[in-house]
């Protein structure tokens, strides 16, 4: 049974600071790695994925994956007030359209200017 | 991608009466997800809807109170069964493709009084 594990719980920072969130996984055999963001009131969207070791960039956001530890995290630059939402990290066991997504606990981000 | 239209958009509902919320998709998909979030918390995965078969249901929900069906490839409805106040909270359909991400629907808030 998989088990995902989101930290911090909230967080509040000032406008233009560097924010991370982190996430554990139990399942070693897990393939895919997904951050999703949530804004009051509305479905959740994906923000971005990972599948394979390593960093992936896309402009003030960054993923880290590291399998062997069973962590992956969330890295956002200059942090903007727009960001303010919940964060929720996912872990998906395979590309199969069957395969189900199992959400961490959620992290509430609140960027104050 | 994958559209998924929900009904209701919200609803209130006396405690002891029951509840159905439908989702249909713009496209056929071979499994559809239901959710369960609390305010601002995270998703629950409720149960795996694939068509033609029994749902699969996760740790703390069943058949008996949450029943789903999938009659068809772009169709599901879930009933929420002698509601209680604790039932309150918003439930999400979903879906994905193979090697796409997990898509929402807009959401069903359900207050039970």
């Known amino acids: 049974q998989q088990n995902v594990q989101q930290s911090p719980e909230s967080l509040i920072v000032p406008e233009g600071a560097r924010t991370s969130l982190n996430c554990t996984f139990s399942d070693s055999a897990s393939q895919y790695f997904w951050w999703y963001r949530q804004h009051s009131g509305k479905a959740p969207k994906a923000l971005m994925?990972?599948?394979?070791?390593g960093e992936k960039e896309e402009g003030r956001f960054t993923i880290h994956l590291n399998k062997a530890s069973l962590h992956f995290s969330l890295h956002i630059r200059d942090s903007q007030p727009s960001d303010s939402a919940l964060y929720l990290c996912?872990?998906?066991?395979?590309?199969?359209?069957?395969?189900?997504?199992?959400f961490g606990q959620g992290t509430s981000l609140s960027v104050v200017p | 991608s994958v559209l998924l239209y929900q009904k209701p958009n919200r609803d209130i509902c006396q405690s002891g009466t029951s509840l159905k919320i439908q989702c249909v998709a713009d496209s056929q998909v071979v499994s559809m997800f239901w959710y369960q979030q609390f305010q601002e918390q995270s998703l629950m995965l409720m149960a795996t809807?694939?068509?033609?078969?029994?749902?699969?249901?996760e740790s703390g929900f069943t058949k008996d109170k949450f029943p789903i069906s999938r009659p068809n490839l772009t169709f599901s409805t879930l009933t929420v069964n002698n509601a209680r106040p604790g039932d309150s909270s918003i439930y999400f359909c979903?879906?994905?493709?193979?090697?796409?991400?997990?898509?929402f629907g807009k959401g069903t808030r359900l207050t039970v009084v």
């Open positions: 996912a872990v998906i066991l395979s590309s199969s359209s069957f395969s189900k997504l199992v």
């Open positions: 994925s990972i599948f394979s070791n």
């Open positions: 979903s879906s994905r493709r193979a090697n796409t991400e997990v898509f």
């Open positions: 809807a694939n068509e033609g078969s029994e749902a699969t249901y």
